[in-house]
Nanobody, 123 residues
Framework: QVQLVESGGGLVQAGGSLRLSCAASGRTFHAMAWFRQAPGSERDFVAGISWIDDTTFYGDSLKGRFTISKDNAKNTLYLEMNGLKPEDTAVYYC??????????????????WGKGTLVTVSS
């Protein structure tokens, strides 16, 4: 059974940093990614990474503040978030795909989803 368990969310002041983790179990994946959903908004792509060759890709305007990485030995995905802004407030979801291309990952075509972790950035 595949499980994706996020952790690391919380309350942080604007300009602060957080590191999200996603522990994966049950199988290996082709790619993993982070998405976020703010209240009243659609889910947005944040960042993705290929489990095969470590290629990373980011949502518009997030590269430079957010960094996605992984630890193969721990089967864990990370999202380092720096320079947080109030508009980064959202539930952050970890997702995994067995076969998706980068384009499919960006559009949310993932096979498995975590339950999410809440990030709140105060002004």
């Amino acid at each position: 059974q595949v499980q994706l368990v996020e952790s690391g969310g919380g309350l942080v002041q604007a300009g602060g940093s957080l590191r999200l983790s996603c522990a994966a179990s049950g199988r290996t994946f082709h790619a993993m990614a982070w998405f976020r959903q703010a209240p009243g908004s659609e889910r947005d792509f944040v960042a993705g990474i290929s489990w095969i060759d470590d290629t990373t890709f980011y949502g518009d305007s997030l590269k430079g503040r957010f960094t996605i990485s992984k630890d193969n030995a721990k089967n864990t995905l990370y999202l380092e978030m720096n320079g947080l802004k109030p508009e980064d407030t959202a539930v952050y979801y970890c997702a995994a795909s067995r076969y998706a291309s980068m384009a499919e990952v960006r559009s949310g075509g993932m096979d498995y989803w975590g339950k999410g972790t809440l990030v709140t950035v105060s002004s």
